[in-house]
């Protein structure tokens, strides 16, 4: 079994910064691409950015420029730093992760989530 863990959320105002972390633990072998993905009210949960294994990353045309993804694959730990951040990036934010079994099986596994909420 596998356990996501963000931390980082919290409140902020207009143009400030926040870093979003996640930390995986469990049976963990690999993991393959990492990403954040984010839930505000009434819409359904978008894709911001992820990251694969070898670094390469994608990003949601709304964050290009302000929002940068990153991993720590030594520690099984996925960063998203925020910067610039307005009101329209209030919402609560998801780690997910493609952990393979030590079959080759792969299966996606959520976090939590931590609330960001940027204020006018």
């Known amino acids: 079994q596998v356990q996501l863990v963000e931390s980082g959320g919290g409140l902020v105002q207009v143009g400030g910064s926040l870093r979003l972390s996640c930390v995986a633990s469990g049976t963990i072998f690999s993991i393959n691409t990492m990403g954040w993905y984010r839930q505000a009210p009434g819409k359904q949960r978008e894709l911001v950015a992820d990251?694969?294994?070898?670094?390469?990353?994608n990003y949601a045309d709304s964050v290009k420029g302000r929002f940068t993804i990153s991993r720590d694959n030594a520690k099984n730990t996925v960063y998203l730093q925020m910067n610039s951040l307005k009101p329209e990036d209030t919402a609560v934010y998801y780690c997910?992760?493609?952990?393979?079994?030590?079959?080759?099986?792969?299966?996606?596994?959520w976090g939590q989530g931590t609330q960001v909420t940027v204020s006018s």
């Open positions: 990251i694969t294994s070898g670094g390469r990353t």
């Open positions: 997910k992760a493609d952990v393979p079994n030590r079959y080759g099986t792969s299966r996606f596994y």
